[in-house]
């Protein structure tokens, strides 16, 4: 992978880190590692569903017994691929960008899956950590994973979607293992998502990068138009796009340039601007004239694919989602911080994070926060058509009674 993407290996951009840990893992003995708990999972619970927990048997690592626990598996592939995630965390510590010197639409991100694979071994890894009572260690992996996910976000809309999958990998483990974080960890955590919070990715500049891989794929766009519009409506416009004079071809293109600039100029503004504005109702795109072959009905069937409301809104509430998870995350980290000061639950998110955090800018309103005896609840009302957005805090059991006015 290294080879197929960096012309020149410079050994100062963490990108190259990570494709070297990408080089570093078998990919297929991976695969083999995470059937083999997905089916041990399925074995587990299938009794109780009344299901065969026979019926389909993957193959079994070779350092890997059929009685082994699910645990075991996991410290077994952590044993075999947890060093890799070393080379991510090198990455991360170096200024990271795309080393590719050109991109088009015909530019293909083979890395982005793999860069997946090693998200999933960086959480297992951390997985393994809790259960041998190495919780800072765990904590540290899994912001290492965030990092790595706001470093892969560049450029492109599509590196972006890809970050925010692997932040939620990460966050995935938090949520199974909020219960077990100490007072430390707990501070720590609250420390750096807090700054990740006050300094955000700028994702209006993902716009702008990728109103410039379109503005500079235009040529490509026009001479196959019908491999770039997808939607059937648009495909009925594909002959007259190419029976265009060169003339009228010229003056698509400069039309098609100034719409596209115009309507991610305004994307970028918008994102680039305060939370609270990013979900603001967009307003649709005015619809073509149907039969209609003049050069500006073509600039606006064109135009819509490139930079339509409706695949913006799509990609803002992605990455309003990812944003929301990061504050729930602080949040957390704040609540059970009060609570091993205090030994009581806060009786407001205010009362634990300040004003400022406890609000959720997306909902435009406070996020949810119930205390239920020794335990609490907190989420997001979420984005429109999205539902709530929660981490779940899982109180730990315990083999005596508890007060439950105490931590």
Known sequence: MLQKIVPVVTGKNGYEDYLMAVDKVDGRLLGVYEQWISYKRVKLTAPQKGEDPDAEVPEMPADVTPDMSILAVRKAENERF????????????????????????????????????????????????????????????????????????????????????????????????????????????????????????????????????????????????????????DKSYVKAIQNLSSADRDRLKAQLINSVQLRLQATQALLDGPEDKWLLTMAGDPAPSVGDGSVGNLCLVLANSLAGSDSKRGYVTAMAKGRIQLRLLYLHAKVLEYHWKTGVWPTTLAQAAGAEFARDPFAQAPFHYEVNGNTYRLYSTGITGAGPIELKYVRPHTNVDENPDKP
Request: aromatic share 8%; charged share 20%; net charge negative.
């Open 82 to 233: 947890g060093f890799a995630f070393d080379q991510v965390i090198a990455g991360n510590g170096k200024r990271v960008w795309d080393p590719r010197e050109t991109q088009s639409f015909n530019t293909l991100f083979p890395e982005f899956a793999k860069f997946k694979v090693l998200a999933r071994i960086g959480t297992n890894r951390a997985h393994v950590a809790f259960s041998e009572g190495r919780t800072l260690g765990a904590v540290k992996d899994l912001l290492e994973v965030i990092d790595f996910s706001r470093n892969m976000s560049q450029k492109t809309l599509i590196s972006m979607l890809v970050g925010i999958a692997v932040q939620a990998i990460a966050l995935a483990e938090f949520n199974e293992h909020l219960g077990q974080l100490p007072l430390g960890d707990c501070q720590y955590i609250a420390k750096q998502a807090k700054s990740l919070l006050e300094h955000p990715l700028s994702t209006g500049s993902v716009f702008q990068g990728e109103a410039t891989l379109s503005l500079s794929s235009l040529d490509d766009i026009l001479k196959e138009p019908g491999a770039f519009l997808t939607e059937d409506e």
